[in-house]
T-cell receptor, first 115, second 116 residues
Framework: DTEVTQTPKHLVMGMTNKKSLKCEQHMGHRAMYWYKQKAKKPPELMFVYSYEKLSINESVPSRFSPECPNSSLLNLHLHALQPEDSALYLC??????????????FGPGTRLTVT | AQSVTQPDIHITVSEGASLELRCNYSYGATPYLFWYVQSPGQGLQLLLKYFSGDTLVQGIKGFEAEFKRSQSSFNLRKPSVHWSDAAEYFCAVGKTSSGSARQLTFGSGTQLTVLP
């Protein structure tokens, strides 16, 4: 099974709201990722978690707050977003090992609209 | 810094015709290379990957890709395209960080249209 699930599928929020995106995988992967994808563009890496610890933060604004409560779950907490944050947010996971490459498996994404 | 170029923004082929999508990369070491496909409003699905070894790799849905180090290319091919192959295709190179290909750099994508 190579499935990564994301909820909700769609989210509309105002600029003063607080909401969260959820991602789950049961493949035993210990690396998890958040990407942001604007229309007609490739995904852009936001965060990487390795063994439940934040490994990479690609200078993402603090209104995006990631959390990895356990090895299967990844959350993205949203607060005081701007309309330009509207995008498809993708979660991915992969094995984590010291040597060798590994592929990332993506979820279906959450379509976020900020009004 | 690594980079990926997909020279073709949009390609149109007839159903049953062969397909080749181009990908060129720039990376100082041996790259980890991937092709992903994305249908509208969906996530990315991995088609195939190259880490090492045989330079011709087979993937899902009848796709294959050939790694050519001398040309810094990793072109995707399919001998006979099906209407369901219409989608956006992304080539990506994985940056090795402590031995792990964590940071993917994506090309800008190629939109494939399939004519009946």
């Amino acid at each position: 099974d190579t499935e990564v699930t994301q909820t909700p599928k769609h989210l509309v929020m105002g600029m003063t709201n607080k909401k969260s995106l959820k991602c789950e995988q049961h493949m035993g992967h210990r690396a998890m990722y958040w990407y942001k994808q604007k229309a007609k563009k490739p995904p852009e890496l936001m965060f990487v978690y390795s063994y439940e610890k934040l490994s990479i933060n690609e200078s993402v604004p603090s209104r995006f707050s990631p959390e990895c409560p356990n090895s299967s779950l990844l959350n993205l907490h949203l607060h005081a977003l701007q309309p330009e944050d509207s995008a498809l947010y993708l979660c991915a996971s992969s094995q984590e090992r010291l040597a060798g490459g590994h592929e990332q498996y993506f979820g279906p994404g959450t379509r976020l609209t900020v009004t | 810094a690594q980079s990926v170029t997909q020279p073709d923004i949009h390609i149109t082929v007839s159903e049953g015709a062969s397909l080749e999508l181009r990908c060129n990369y720039s990376y100082g070491a041996t790259p980890y290379l991937f092709w992903y496909v994305q249908s509208p409003g969906q996530g990315l699905q991995l088609l195939l990957k190259y880490f090492s070894g045989d330079t011709l790799v087979q993937g899902i849905k009848g796709f294959e890709a050939e790694f050519k180090r001398s040309q810094s290319s990793f072109n995707l091919r399919k001998p006979s395209v099906h209407w369901s192959d219409a989608a956006e295709y992304f080539c990506a190179v994985g940056k090795t960080s402590s031995g792990s290909a964590r940071q993917l750099t994506f090309g800008s994508g190629t939109q494939l249209t399939v004519l009946p």
